[in-house]
Structures are given as C-alpha cells and as structure tokens.
C-alpha cells in the first residue's frame, strides 16, 4: 500500500510560481506513471501534467511552457515546478500513482493566485 502526501500549495499573486511535492510512504519506482491533477470549485478534476518511468512527460495544453513535472525515485517524491501562475490556476492539486495493480491518489494541497 502506498500513501501520497501532497505539500507546497499556498496563496501566490499572478505571475508567481510554487514548486509542489508529493511525497510516497513507499518506493515510487514501482510507479509506472505519476501524474498532477487539479480540480477548481464546482469544476471536475482535471488532468495537469503527468511523467512516466521512461521519462516521458506530457501536459494539458493550459500549463504549457508554464509547468515542469518531474520525480526523484531516490525520494519517493514527485514534483510539479509552477511558474507564472495565472488566477485560473487557482485548485486544489492532487497528485497520482499508477502502478500494474492500482491507482494512489494523495489528499490535495489548495493553490490559490490571487492579488
């Protein structure tokens, strides 16, 4: 069983950036792929960023050239570089574990952009 716990999340003004973890209680190697999603109020989640074990990485076309999603399997944590954050950024972001047998989300951290 693995648990992912999110952290970094907080309020920043446009143009800023954070940097997001996920952090695993067990190896993430074993993780084929680990993704970000997001979810704004009254709005279903949606797909943000996702890195495969291979290194492939792929984004939704709003973060673009704005987000970097990377992991460090030594840490068992994956992490998600925002940066000139937009108000429409703003939601909780969750982070996913894919593995052969199933699927890990953590809990979510609030990302606010706001002046």
Not at 20 to 44: D, E, H, K, V
Not at 49 to 73: E, L, P, Q
Request: hydrophobic content about 35%; proline content about 3%; glycine content about 10%.
């Amino acid at each position: 069983q693995v648990q992912l716990v999110e952290s970094g999340g907080g309020l920043v003004q446009p143009g800023g950036s954070l940097r997001l973890s996920c952090t695993a209680s067990g190896s993430i190697f074993s993780m084929w792929a680990m993704s970000w999603y997001r979810q704004a109020p009254g709005q279903q989640r949606e797909f943000v960023a996702t890195i495969h074990n291979d290194g492939f990485t792929n984004y939704a076309d709003s973060v673009k050239g704005r987000f970097a999603i990377s992991r460090d399997n030594a840490k068992n944590t994956l992490y998600l570089q925002m940066n000139t954050l937009k108000p429409e950024d703003t939601a909780v972001y969750y982070c996913k574990g894919i593995s052969i047998t199933a699927d890990y989300w953590g809990q979510g951290t609030q990302v606010t952009v706001s002046s």
